[in-house]
């Protein structure tokens, strides 16, 4: 007579593939099984090769010589019983020996596809569960990484890129050599010139041999960033090729799969930052005589104007399956820790997928995840922020009009840090950063005012008759475009200050950003519908207010004649 619960344990034991019945297609506690009982297992011990149930788990949870022990949950242990002799973990898991950076005392294991970080189970447990993310155990996936089509390809990037990045510091060597031998040119042209002309000269003489000297001075600072910016990637590039072969060739399956991927996501970084040296705007200098400045010598103020040309040389990096991020719809920001109803009043995208925003009533700064919707992270300023930048691909700008300060914040390891502080000489408002130089407008008093990283005021532009309440500001290489609200104007300005133009078809313009072909987005305060001609959705760059706080809200494209 059958007894219900029990079933003979060699029977249950005999085979793993072959099952009489939907029953027996189940995973069962192999120790309550070896005494006769049948239960369904709820969790698998790496260290023990046991499917437990929940009674066991339990047990096994609380005993001292297995507290310690790594249990997966029903979700992603291994769904087929194993023989403890012919184990699969047993003989997959022999060099996962990596130990976690965040729980040291725990080994990687895990894979998540979504986030393509490497696990132990703790993160599994805590981060990364089944119910989110799609996530591999290494040794159910390792099996055919060796000489697989991922190591070619992988391996085959490592190098092309590591050739890419040494022929890109030879460009740039190549470039700055001539661009410092045409600066010796010019003072040459500088000194000839000078004996036309008598002793008044020698202070402006002084002046424009000075902007030849910085200029000099910030090509040999640029190349020697880029030596050891290049040095930094091609020695990682090189270890990381080397390693690789070596896990391949002595077929290791599981660290060679987790050394790819860290190489595919190095990769995804390196991809990041090679533009960045690339674009390296290195310039042919020539000295400009001023042919009038004999003849006004006593109402000149220049003796000369040092012109260029770009010498620049284009690197295209390669490319691993590069994700492309967009996003339209709604992204709730208000966490926790907030105390008020969040206002959003400055953002600039610092990835594809990672968005920073200021919260005015908050007094915060938080970073968006465009791929899980929701802040990965937040930190409190002294005071209510107003609008942010970008500076460095790792660094941010953020303005405090109360304090009358910028607050220049970090991020390192996905965390946001604060920075220093530059004081200013009013209540600043809206920022943009273009090559070192950072664009401030401020709302009292009424002015836009172009300052370097020091805070050190470069260009002053008076808003006298111009601005009364410039929120925000954009720029490029050509243009400065302010937003005014109270003037209900867009203006367009040139880098010495001038007003080439301006729109006022908007009701009260906010936040401002540009594209890369020159187009203009606003933000209209009271404009809640695109319109049909001009209306267009933005999910990147900057934002100005919402009437909707705690959403993104889209933009309204608009053109500056």
Same mark, same amino acid.
């Given at each position: 007579?059958?007894?219900?619960?029990?079933?003979?344990?060699?029977?249950?034991?005999?085979?793993?593939?072959?099952?009489?019945?939907?029953?027996?297609?189940?995973?069962?506690?192999? +120790?309550?099984?070896?005494?006769?009982?049948?239960?369904?297992?709820?969790?698998?011990?790496?260290?023990?090769?046991?499917?437990?149930?929940?009674?066991?788990?339990?047990?096994? !949870?609380?005993?001292?010589?297995?507290?310690?022990?790594?249990?997966?949950?029903?979700?992603?242990?291994?769904?087929?019983?194993?023989?403890?002799?012919?184990?699969?973990?047993?003989?997959?898991?022999?060099?996962?020996?990596?130990?976690?950076?965040?729980?040291?005392?725990?080994?990687?294991?895990?894979?998540?596809?979504?986030?393509?970080?490497?696990? @132990?189970?703790?993160?599994?447990?805590?981060?990364?569960?089944?119910? &989110?993310?799609?996530?591999?155990?290494?040794?159910?996936?390792?099996?055919? &990484?060796?000489?697989? =089509?991922?190591?070619?390809?992988?391996?085959?990037?490592?190098?092309?890129?590591?050739?890419?990045?040494?022929?890109?510091?030879?460009?740039?060597?190549?470039?700055?050599?001539?661009?410092?031998?045409?600066?010796?040119?010019?003072?040459?042209?500088?000194? #000839?010139?000078?004996?036309?002309?008598?002793?008044?000269?020698?202070?402006?003489?002084?002046?424009?041999?000075?902007?030849? #000297?910085?200029?000099?001075?910030?090509?040999?600072?640029?190349i020697t960033a880029v030596e050891t910016a290049n040095e930094e990637v091609t020695n990682t590039l090189k270890i990381s090729s080397e390693k690789i072969?070596?896990?391949?060739?002595?077929?290791?399956?599981?660290?060679?799969?987790?050394?790819?991927?860290?190489?595919?996501?190095?990769?995804?970084?390196?991809?990041?930052?090679?533009?960045?040296?690339?674009?390296?705007?290195?310039?042919?200098?020539?000295?400009?005589?001023?042919?009038?400045?004999?003849?006004?010598? #006593?109402?000149?103020?220049?003796?000369?104007?040092?012109?260029?040309?770009?010498?620049?040389?284009?690197?295209?990096?390669?490319?691993? !399956?590069?994700?492309?991020?967009?996003?339209? $719809?709604?992204? @709730?920001?208000?966490?926790? !820790?907030?105390?008020?109803?969040?206002?959003?009043? $400055?953002?600039?995208?610092?990835?594809?997928?990672?968005?920073?925003?200021?919260?005015?009533?908050?007094?915060?700064?938080?970073?968006?995840?465009?791929?899980? #919707?929701?802040?990965?992270?937040?930190?409190?300023?002294?005071?209510?922020?107003?609008?942010?930048?970008?500076?460095?691909?790792?660094?941010?700008?953020?303005?405090? +009009?109360?304090?009358?300060? &910028?607050?220049?914040?970090?991020?390192?390891?996905?965390?946001?840090?604060?920075?220093?502080?530059?004081?200013?000489?009013?209540?600043?408002?809206?920022?943009?950063?273009?090559?070192?130089?950072?664009?401030?407008?401020?709302?009292?008093?009424?002015?836009?005012?172009?300052?370097?990283?020091?805070?050190?005021?470069?260009?002053? &532009?008076? $808003? =006298?008759?111009?601005?009364?309440? +410039?929120?925000?500001?954009?720029?490029?290489?050509?243009?400065?475009?302010?937003?005014?609200?109270?003037?209900?104007?867009?203006?367009?300005?040139?880098?010495?200050?001038?007003?080439?133009?301006?729109?006022?078809?908007?009701?009260?313009?906010?936040?401002?950003s540009l594209s890369d072909d020159g187009t203009v987005f606003g933000c209209d305060w009271y404009g809640e519908k695109l319109r049909r001609d001009?209306?267009?959705?933005?999910?990147?760059?900057?934002? $100005?207010?919402?009437?909707?706080?705690?959403?993104?809200? @889209?933009?309204?494209?608009?053109?500056?004649?």
């Amino acid at each position: 007579m059958a007894v219900q619960g029990k079933k003979g344990s060699n029977q249950f034991l005999s085979s793993t593939t072959s099952l009489a019945s939907d029953e027996d297609l189940q995973v069962y506690c192999q +120790p309550c099984d070896e005494e006769g009982t049948r239960l369904p297992a709820h969790g698998f011990c790496t260290d023990c090769k046991e499917h437990l149930c929940k009674t066991c788990l339990t047990v096994h !949870k609380k005993l001292k010589s297995t507290k310690h022990h790594t249990v997966l949950d029903a979700t992603i242990m291994p769904k087929v019983l194993q023989q403890p002799s012919t184990s699969i973990y047993t003989s997959q898991s022999d060099d996962l020996t990596t130990p976690c950076c965040k729980h040291p005392q725990e080994i990687i294991k895990f894979y998540c596809n979504d986030h393509k970080n490497l696990l @132990c189970s703790v993160c599994v447990t805590l981060e990364h569960p089944a119910t &989110i993310c799609k996530v591999d155990y290494i040794p159910d996936t390792s099996g055919n &990484i060796i000489d697989s =089509k991922e190591y070619q390809v992988v391996l085959k990037a490592l190098n092309t890129t590591f050739d890419q990045y040494q022929q890109m510091e030879e460009d740039v060597k190549e470039m700055t050599a001539k661009s410092n031998r045409s600066l010796k040119g010019a003072l040459e042209d500088i000194k #000839k010139f000078r004996k036309e002309i008598n002793q008044r000269l020698d202070e402006l003489e002084r002046q424009v041999v000075h902007v030849v #000297k910085v200029t000099e001075q910030e090509n040999n600072s640029n190349i020697t960033a880029v030596e050891t910016a290049n040095e930094e990637v091609t020695n990682t590039l090189k270890i990381s090729s080397e390693k690789i072969k070596q896990l391949n060739t002595s077929k290791q399956a599981n660290t060679l799969f987790m050394e790819l991927k860290r190489a595919e996501k190095m990769m995804e970084d390196v991809k990041k930052t090679a533009p960045q040296l690339s674009s390296y705007d290195v310039k042919e200098h020539h000295f400009k005589e001023n042919e009038t400045l004999l003849t006004k010598l #006593k109402t000149e103020k220049s003796l000369g104007i040092l012109t260029h040309k770009p010498l620049h040389k284009e690197c295209q990096p390669v490319q691993i !399956k590069s994700r492309q991020s967009s996003y339209e $719809g709604k992204i @709730c920001v208000q966490t926790s !820790k907030d105390k008020n109803t969040c206002w959003i009043t $400055g953002m600039t995208l610092l990835t594809p997928d990672l968005l920073i925003i200021t919260d005015y009533f908050d007094n915060a700064v938080k970073m968006v995840d465009t791929r899980i #919707k929701s802040v990965s992270d937040q930190i409190q300023l002294d005071d209510r922020p107003w609008d942010i930048t970008r500076v460095t691909s790792t660094e941010l700008a953020v303005t405090l +009009p109360n304090k009358q300060k &910028i607050q220049f914040t970090s991020i390192s390891s996905n965390k946001l840090k604060k920075r220093h502080t530059v004081k200013v000489d009013g209540e600043c408002s809206g920022i943009s950063c273009f090559q070192g130089k950072l664009v401030v407008s401020f709302e009292n008093p009424a002015k836009v005012q172009i300052l370097d990283m020091n805070g050190t005021i470069l260009t002053a &532009i008076d $808003g =006298k008759n111009i601005f009364k309440c +410039p929120d925000y500001v954009t720029c490029n290489r050509s243009y400065i475009y302010v937003s005014d609200c109270d003037m209900k104007t867009v203006t367009r300005l040139n880098w010495q200050g001038d007003v080439i133009g301006s729109y006022s078809r908007m009701s009260r313009p906010k936040g401002i950003s540009l594209s890369d072909d020159g187009t203009v987005f606003g933000c209209d305060w009271y404009g809640e519908k695109l319109r049909r001609d001009t209306g267009a959705l933005l999910p990147e760059n900057r934002l $100005g207010e919402s009437k909707r706080n705690s959403k993104l809200c @889209c933009w309204i494209k608009q053109r500056i004649n």
